[in-house]
């Protein structure tokens, strides 16, 4: 998939300084393979925005406005009906009208998509043909790198065992269908507030 | 009476019922001796026992002491003729035989003995043979009347399996065969203890008071032995029973043990107060047949109440059995034909609100909107109502106080009950237990059965909604009453049913009463319906006293 994202790159020294680290420290960092980086022509590293976030995320680090703000949302929404997907893409869009917003039908290609995309935040239901929503979660919430994207559980069978279960499996928040715009618009809310 | 030794001594007054059949005892009244001597040689050779009086009189006093079969009189006598005489007799026992026997009879003399009761009317010089039969058919006669007494009692028994019907009507016989002037069956109870179930001739509550005392007494030799007795009175005089206070007006006592297969029932107590006649072998004799029918009575009734708690406990239990059963074939269909719902609907409450937030709407397309917004907003309630009646949530169980949870219920219902005109009466004894349960679902039940009974009760005067609560055994009971339209008894077996309901659209979804029967079902209690046409409806919620928490999952 195609990024056509405007992304900023940043050197060691930037990243020491939001991180509140020293350069070498950085440095080690990318040596180990902990931050992916890429090197310029004339041999300097550089890590992109949005690895140096999924970093300090993954290491619980306060992630600066300076950073937030460059960073351009982005939601996927997983759902196998095709009016609910068009409806949620729909409904996200005019809360958020400058997010990047991608669907997935199935648990398959909300795995795929989750990986290259690091979208963040996830609208996903639970019954989902190929691999379920559960099961999805459980792999986000394995995967160091997808550890901190946020999870809104979404299903047509509202009961207590189903948001139990879910939220179990690593979900950040539950939806049970249907719900309205209001309804939808405050769990996002609530979630982007607390990245 | 102590042991049975000490009754051995009293053995003269107390017949046991193994004695030889009595022998029918005569009376010959006549102012003659020569007659009185040849009568009593006569007859006390062919086997009856004979005793003999001067004159009515002398006569009267005997019959008041004894009991006789049959009386074989002179009309013309000193002191007390007669046809006096026969009137007397009659009525200290009618069912004593009378003959009459003259030396100057005259048709007018027959006639009027014979229609003042007596049995027939011999001519002196008698001829032995003739009155030898003539006594023969008239003591017949008499036995068959006890005999029809028994004969009615055992129509009696076998005509109602009822005790409370019967047993009165079985005390009141025997008095009558017994002629005794009063009579009480006392039944063992599961603890053993001997109380009084039915009695006749006993007005005042003290008289059938020492009327227990003394069956209490003499029960325990009754039972022992399996034998009755006859207390010959006073009883005021016989130390034995000298504490029991209440029976010194009892001349003679029957105690007899009411057995069925060797199990002691109880026993039949009846004694002659105003008759002087102390009771005899016959009587005890008469008593036997009788009481044999009236222990078949109880034990008939006892084995059918049995049965018949038995059936009703099979009947509700299946009852309740297809109920759960019902509710979870359709809680499980519900819960898929929810989740079916939900998807679409997500989408059309969705679309509609998308499309509400554009500007460029007339007002007519944003009122359908807002009615398609309103109309899926209902189909999600409907559907929220199925799942959680299909999947009930986990109850949160803890101590809840049933008394004070009605009040929070009650307040968040004052408005509507108030605009209906409905007086709630609450009744709760101020020492009720509490129970386990989910508060919330609780109130939740306690809101379905306010609201059911106040639609029931909507446009009428004087609605009154009556809840009670009491503690029956290890359990509370907590009954709603109202007197409102009433359920039909077709829909009665309904009102349970997910779906059912007979309100108009849109005012139910014919969940609630579903749902209370399933919350209450999972706390292990039952709840019941009861209901007149007319006349108002009974839901009665039974709930467990307990400790420990009901089990978490639903049964569903």
Redesign the interface.
Known sequence: MEDKLPQKAFGTHDIARICNVTPPTVINWIEEGKMPCFTTGGGHRRVWGKDLMAFMRQHNMPVPAELMAQAKLVFLIVDD?E??R???A??VK?SYPDAEIEVAIDGFEAGHKICTLLPTLVVLDI?LPKINGIKVCETMRRDPGLRNIKILAIT??????SRTQILAAGADDFL??????QELDEKIENLLAHL | MTDAESDKNHSSSESAASSPAARSKILVVDDELGIRDLLSYELSSHGYEVLTAVNGEDALEKIKKEKFNLVISDIKMPRMGGLEMLAAIKKIDPDIEVIMSTGYGTIETAVSAMKMGAYDFVQKPCNLDEVFSIIEKALERSELKVLLGVYEASKNIFSSIKLDELLPVMARLSTQILKADDASIMLIDGAGRLSVVASTGLDDEKRGGARLALGERVAGKVAQNRVPVIIDGPLDKDPRFSSINGIRDIRSAIVFPLVMEGRLLGILNANRTIREVPFTATDLQHTSVFCTQIAQAIHNATIYRELDSKMREIQQMQSQLVESEKLAAIGKLAAGVAHEINNPLTGIMGFAELMLKSNDLSSNHREDLQSILEQSQRCRRIVQNLLQFSRRKKGNYETVDLGSLLDAGLQLLKYDLTRSNITVEKRFPDDLPAVQGDMGQLEQVYLNLITNARQAMEGKEGGLLKISAAREADKVVVRFEDNGCGISPENLGKVFDPFFTTKEVGKGTGLGLSISYGIIQQHHGILRVESQIGKGTVFAMTLPITREAPGMEADL
């Open positions: 009906e009016q609910n068009k409806f949620i729909r409904a005019s019954q047509g069978c509202d009961i207590e065992e049970g269908k249907p719900f309205t715009l």
